[in-house]
């Protein structure tokens, strides 16, 4: 485990040569390289890492509102997808699979721990202003040599309860996106945020494809989704605890209008497969906590 010049990120690789980066700022993932150096998520060219902006691509944590409820008190005037992308985490620490002797074992890992809670001082002020509750977050990064395991602990240590929602916007890096379908949400409802018309549940059929603008949260009734490109399987998703998938695609005109988003044809090598629970609030009674995790494995 390393840490980068500036402090604003910590980098972890195995004995085996897989590396992972997170950027404090969000305790944002921004980079899961495999043993040949292959890049499994999609990070924008233009996104901002220096803690201006949520970082466009990786891994942006969502917590606690999920896009924008104007007519939900408590989070109306957080700033969308919520504080936990804009604030800048502290690092907690690292555990690794390998003996105190230093000798590796044939499965090597290594374990990232991150922490934010009220009153912390990389906290978005937004959030403090906006967020009136006590509470901790820990967000845990684990890389294996075959998948990658994100895990979010939230307490709530206040007197009262808060509702919120969680999410994990990861950014899958695809070769072509006019080659991939996803499976797993076969029989699935979903709200299709696209076309408002439709914001009514929808059953799925068969495996997605990609075509077109595509903001969809599901509720499948399987906690693995595989995406696919051709015939190859290339990545399974699976959640822990997560009620929802969102799968979320910009396409062309929603690209051209992201500044952050470069290159502009790059909705082409990018799909977000978010597992998260936001289609009802969770309540967090005062003293309790909520978990949840994903864990995505390399498949093909
Ligand atoms: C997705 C939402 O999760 O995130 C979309 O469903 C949204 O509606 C997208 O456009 C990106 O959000 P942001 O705030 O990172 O631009």
């Known amino acids: 485990v390393t840490f980068s010049d500036d402090n604003s990120r910590v980098i ?9 980066e997170v950027l404090l700022y969000g305790a944002t993932v921004i980079s899961w390289k495999d043993a040949s ?26 917590f606690p509102v999920f896009g924008s ?10 700033p969308q997808h919520g504080f936990a992308r804009t ?3 502290e690092f907690l620490g690292k555990s690794t699979s390998e003996s105190l002797e230093g000798e ?61 929602h969680v999410l994990l916007h990861t950014y899958l890096r695809v070769n072509d996106i006019t080659a991939v379908s996803v499976t797993g949400l076969g029989g699935a409802q979903y709200v299709d945020k696209v076309d408002s018309a439709k ?45 929802n998938v969102v799968v979320w695609n910009p396409w062309i005109d929603k690209a051209e209008g992201l500044a952050d988003f470069a290159p502009k044809d790059g909705y082409r090598q990018m799909l977000c497969i978010e597992p998260g629970t936001v289609d009802s609030w969770q309540t967090v009674e005062a003293g309790d906590a909520l978990a949840g995790a994903q864990t995505i494995s390399l498949v093909g």
Do not use: M
């Open 199 to 243: 914001t009514k549940t929808q059953p799925t059929e068969g495996p997605l494809t990609i075509t077109g603008e595509t903001d969809r949260v599901y509720t499948p009734a399987e906690n693995t989704v595989t995406v696919s490109e051709g015939s190859t399987e290339k990545y399974r998703v699976t959640r822990d605890k997560f009620s």
């Open 69 to 78: 409820v104007p007519d939900h008190l408590k989070t109306k005037d957080l």
């Open 37 to 62: 150096g292959d890049e499994k998520l999609w990070l924008s060219e233009a996104a901002k890492l220096d803690g201006s902006k949520a970082v466009r691509g990786g891994i942006p944590l969502v």
């Open 104 to 164: 590796t074992t044939n499965d090597p890992s290594v374990k990232l721990d991150f922490g934010l809670s009220s009153g912390a001082p990389g906290l978005d002020p937004k959030a403090a202003a906006h967020w009136p509750y006590k509470f901790n977050l820990i967000y845990s990064v684990t890389l294996n040599r075959e998948s990658l395991t994100t895990n979010i602990l939230a307490t709530n240590d206040d007197s009262q309860s808060f509702e919120c």
């Open 12 to 20: 972890a690789e195995l004995p085996t040569g897989e590396r992972v």
């Open 87 to 89: 604030s800048r985490w």
